[in-house]
Nanobody, 127 residues
Framework: QLQLAESGGGLVQPGGSLRLSCAAS????????IGWFRQAPGQEREGVSC????????NYLDSVEGRFTISRDSAENTVYLQMYNLKPEDTAVYYC????????????????????WGQGTQVTVSA
């Protein structure tokens, strides 16, 4: 059973930074497209970023472009989401997910494209 575990969330002031980790077990992150998603109370889950299995092409939500960076560490079998200049509207539960079906040089940020999910980590941006 493929498993993902997020960590690194917390409370941060506006303008601050956090790095979220998505540790994989029972599979290799290099072989799957991986996405980061977030869901705020009362809102739909939205795709924040994704990274392809081969080549490492990335894709970002417009509102986080230039502030967030997704990366993959093969040795650690972990995908990261580095977040800078955090804003209150970034407050949400953040999830990582792996896609069994996607292949190729682009990745989708739609949640329906992903099959395996972590339990989420809370990010709160507040003064």
């Amino acid at each position: 059973q493929l498993q993902l575990a997020e960590s690194g969330g917390g409370l941060v002031q506006p303008g601050g930074s956090l790095r979220l980790s998505c540790a994989a077990s029972e599979f290799t992150v290099d072989h799957y497209h991986i996405g980061w998603f977030r869901q705020a109370p009362g809102q739909e889950r939205e795709g924040v970023s994704c990274i392809t299995n081969e080549g490492g092409s990335t894709n970002y939500l417009d509102s986080v472009e230039g502030r967030f960076t997704i990366s993959r560490d093969s040795a650690e079998n972990t995908v990261y989401l580095q977040m800078y200049n955090l804003k209150p509207e970034d407050t949400a539960v953040y999830y990582c997910a792996a896609s069994r079906h996607q292949h190729g040089t682009t990745c989708s940020r739609h949640y329906a494209s992903y099959d395996y999910w972590g339990q989420g980590t809370q990010v709160t941006v507040s003064a």
